[in-house]
């Protein structure tokens, strides 16, 4: 079946750099999202990975390992207001989306 | 960047009345539409996907008759809540998507449904 991987809680210090592993097993694959979600607002987009390797974005940056079924958000600088759940979506071969169950992200000063 | 309204913010019904939630693309045609339903502290829950101008199809356990979507244009979808129950009361969210497949999803603001 399809599946999504991702831890459920993570703390992180402010400041620091944290990384969010996302694991993936679809049929088929069309990229990779990260969706960053404060508590009681809409998801709002982060990244879309489809080839391999590191994409780089400001303080956040998305890897993809086809070839292993993983990627991972990468956060620098930490800051309070990065404390937020994120989301792992992957997109299988007909273009439907797998969503994790989403990590939730504390940050501590 | 990708703009999508969603209208109202939040709205409380009685029990029994029905509520449209509408969801607009404002610079990209949307080919694909989501609806979500999110209870406190828990994931997001995917309630149906819709294409323009065909009908939206559900997931396991939804209720089509109950939450009626209409995805009339590339840019507009409603959700109808239709014989709202207090257990009805979410935060929903709308995505859209487009125009090509594998575009992000861009999703909506939200509405917080408080049902009396």
């Known amino acids: 079946g399809q599946n999504i991987d991702q831890p459920t809680e993570m703390t992180a210090t402010e400041g620091a750099i944290v990384q969010i592993n996302c694991t993936y097993q679809?049929?088929?694959?069309?990229?990779l999202f990260w969706y960053q979600q404060h508590a009681g607002e809409a998801p709002t987009f982060l990244s879309y990975?489809?080839l391999d390797g590191l994409e780089e974005k400001g303080r956040f940056s998305s890897f993809l390992s086809r070839s292993k079924g993983y990627s991972y958000l990468l956060l620098k600088e930490l800051q309070m207001k990065d404390s937020a759940s994120y989301l792992c979506v992957s997109m299988d071969s007909n273009y439907q989306l797998i969503w994790g169950a989403g990590t939730k992200l504390i940050i501590k000063p | 960047g990708a703009v999508v309204s969603q209208h109202p913010s939040w709205v409380i019904c009685k029990s029994g009345t029905s509520v449209k939630i509408e969801c607009r693309s404002l610079?990209?045609?949307?080919?694909?539409m989501f609806w979500y339903r999110q209870f406190p502290k828990q994931s997001l829950m995917l309630m149906a996907t819709?294409?323009?101008?065909?009908?939206?199809?559900?997931e396991q356990g939804v209720e089509k008759d109950k939450f009626l979507i209409n995805h009339a244009s590339l840019t507009l979808s409603t959700l109808t809540v239709t014989s709202a129950h207090p257990e009805d009361s979410s935060f929903y969210i709308c995505?859209?998507?487009?125009?090509?497949?594998?575009?992000?999803?861009?999703f909506g603001n939200g509405t917080r449904l408080t049902v009396t």
């Open positions: 610079d990209f045609q949307a080919t694909t």
């Open positions: 679809t049929s088929g694959f069309n990229g």
């Open positions: 995505s859209a998507q487009g125009p090509r497949e594998n575009s992000p999803l861009h």
């Open positions: 819709s294409n323009e101008g065909s009908k939206a199809t559900y």
């Open positions: 990975n489809v």
